[in-house]
């Protein structure tokens, strides 16, 4: 069995985390920030809209900055007030508004488990983080402590990326941050930690911390309210004081908490030593051609074709533009060719490849995949009739296509 972690390394003394709760809440209570689920959630008296208010926040605020989510959330909750107004409403509407704000399947599970509330729990969200985990899409352990403790007062942790910052630095915790081990370690660090009758103001205040405070470069450690409990800190300005041993001989090297030895204290980064993270994977490389057709509507003003992707996957449910995955280091004679007779099969009609003309590429980042759109327009004359059996698609005119559930990248095209 590994060696358990040394004592300095937990929150074993109850003194000092009566301290810690009380520094921290009252540091949150001068200083958070005055966003709108935290007000809403604040003001409404019903406990399941206060649950449904914060678990769209929690959702949209996951992989996307704040200053991101602020406007979405706003206009989500004033299309949706009600967990029973978006059961009713329909994933083309969900994926409309959530375009642009990315990892889409976030809105989809959303809304599948409003439904899944209405028509099997009666309308009654689940109120421990337990049964808020086991019975409802797309909401796990993280997600499930926040709504848990903020609309419902149960005393549970929270653990996110900004805790897990926070805690590491509190604790010179300097093995790998995103493995299971020391992420179990957080999570039991985190449900001592909570305060028992503020628990939702206490996950707020730390996850705060941790945002605007203890940030990952140039924390502001001067600023920081509970900086007298961080070891971290400690390390940076004495040194090894006595009685705390050394980071690198903690636990006589088996610590499975500290640091590894081939990876010792950096004095010249100080507290941001904390955490450690395993590398990250490079993004996988893609190339996808992507052809605007464009015809005359019946008004005159020009219309554009645009299918929708499957309803799983990579951008599900999203519409785009005809586009087709292409083979790294394909020649652009033969990416138009494939282009065009992927346009070919869908409009039943011949498709010249020296009839499309070459615009430009477009490069999209997402989280996984270093996306290139290598871009193509072709002008059409007459009407073209459209295989029904294929994906479905519409001509759109260009505010249609911006009113429409696409991604930020097809913007960008």
Known sequence: APAPPPARHLFSEPAE??????NLLAWYDRCKRDLPWRALAAMEPDADRRGYAVWVSEIMLQQTQVATVIDYYNRWMQKWPTLQDLAQASLEEVNELWAGLGYYSRGKRLQEAARKVVSELAGQMPRTAEDLQKLLPGVGRYTAGAIASISYRQATGVVDGNVIRVLCRLRCIGADSSSPAVIDRLWDMANVLVDRSRPGDF???LMELGATVCVPKAPLCGECPVKQHCQAWRRKLFGNPHPVPDVEDCGVGDCP???????PWDSSLGVTNF?????????RVMRTATCVLERRGCHGAPEYLIVQRPSSGLLAGLWEFPS???????QEEKEREELADHLQARMGQPVAAKGLQFIGEVIHIFSHIHQTYVVYSLHLDGDVTLDPALSPSRWVTEDEFHASAVSTAMKKV
Not at 257 to 263: D, F, G, M, Q, R
């Open 203 to 205: 996950n707020q205040a």
């Open 324 to 330: 087709l995955p292409l083979a790294q280091d394909l």
């Open 275 to 283: 955490p450690r993270k395993a590398a990250k994977k490079p993004p």
């Open 17 to 22: 985390v009566e301290a810690l709760r009380g």
């Open 257 to 263: 908490l500290c640091p590894p030895a081939t990876e």
